[in-house]
T-cell receptor, first 114, second 118 residues
Framework: KNQVEQSPQSLIILEGKNCTLQCNYTVSPFSNLRWYKQDTGRGPVSLTIMTFSENTKSNGRYTATLDADTKQSSLHITASQLSDSASYICVVSGVSGGYNKLIFGAGTRLAVHP | NAGVTQTPKFQVLKTGQSMTLQCAQDMNHEYMSWYRQDPGMGLRLIHYSVGAGITDQGEVPNGYNVSRSTTEDFPLRLLSAAPSQTSVYFC?????????????????FGEGSRLTVL
């Protein structure tokens, strides 16, 4: 079973618009949650890392929120640009199968159109 | 800054052939790892290392070997390639080993190696 679920699977928006990507997880306990951006044909690049005590973290036009009670996180992108077209991956660091590990979501593929 | 360097970027193998994917990092990171990325799935950990001379299995280690003779290098060997190993492989490193699989530090990924096994 996938313990990190991302939605939507894919999304198309117009340049300049805002969007929000969702990440729901069942990993418990967990130590931190990360968002990565992966351009096509490239490796993932870290956007934010949030511990369970942090509610919001920003990185330029990217703002991540975390609700540890409901086990939900979101990534909000403001004033989207063509360069935001990429896959966005949610990663939870926690306990699974009796040991600590990083659990990756399948990602949301975002396409920003002019 | 080179960061994490993977070679080759593309490789086509026939079933049964062996090969080595190379990974090198110049950030003096103790933790290094190999992941595979398949369509519709999250990255899955193959093997990892928390320092030179120390390696351990991840969640999908079958068919792969690793070694860590230096801090900088962490090659991944496919012993006898199978079509199920067709995937994109990523090497990642982190400053913090975090006690085995925990790895609370930021991961730095290479650009990936796309492997096709016919």
């Amino acid at each position: 079973k996938n313990q990190v679920e991302q939605s939507p699977q894919s999304l198309i928006i117009l340049e300049g618009k805002n969007c929000t990507l969702q990440c729901n997880y069942t990993v418990s306990p967990f130590s931190n949650l990360r968002w990565y951006k992966q351009d096509t044909g490239r490796g993932p690049v870290s956007l934010t890392i949030m511990t369970f005590s942090e509610n919001t973290k920003s990185n330029g036009r990217y703002t991540a929120t975390l609700d540890a009670d409901t086990k939900q996180s979101s990534l909000h992108i403001t004033a989207s640009q063509l360069s935001d077209s990429a896959s966005y991956i949610c990663v939870v660091s926690g306990v699974s199968g009796g040991y600590n590990k990083l659990i990756f979501g399948a990602g949301t593929r975002l396409a920003v159109h002019p | 800054n080179a960061g994490v360097t993977q070679t080759p970027k593309f490789q086509v193998l026939k079933t049964g052939q062996s090969m080595t994917l190379q990974c090198a990092q110049d950030m003096n990171h103790e933790y290094m790892s190999w992941y595979r990325q398949d369509p519709g799935m999250g990255l899955r950990l193959i093997h990892y290392s928390v320092g030179a001379g120390i390696t351990d299995q991840g969640e999908v280690p079958n068919g792969y070997n690793v070694s860590r003779s230096t801090t900088e290098d962490f090659p991944l060997r496919l012993l006898s390639a199978a079509p199920s190993q067709t995937s994109v492989y990523f090497c990642a490193s982190s400053y913090e080993a975090g006690g085995g699989l925990q790895n609370t530090g930021e991961l730095f990924f290479g650009e990936g190696s796309r492997l096709t096994v016919l």
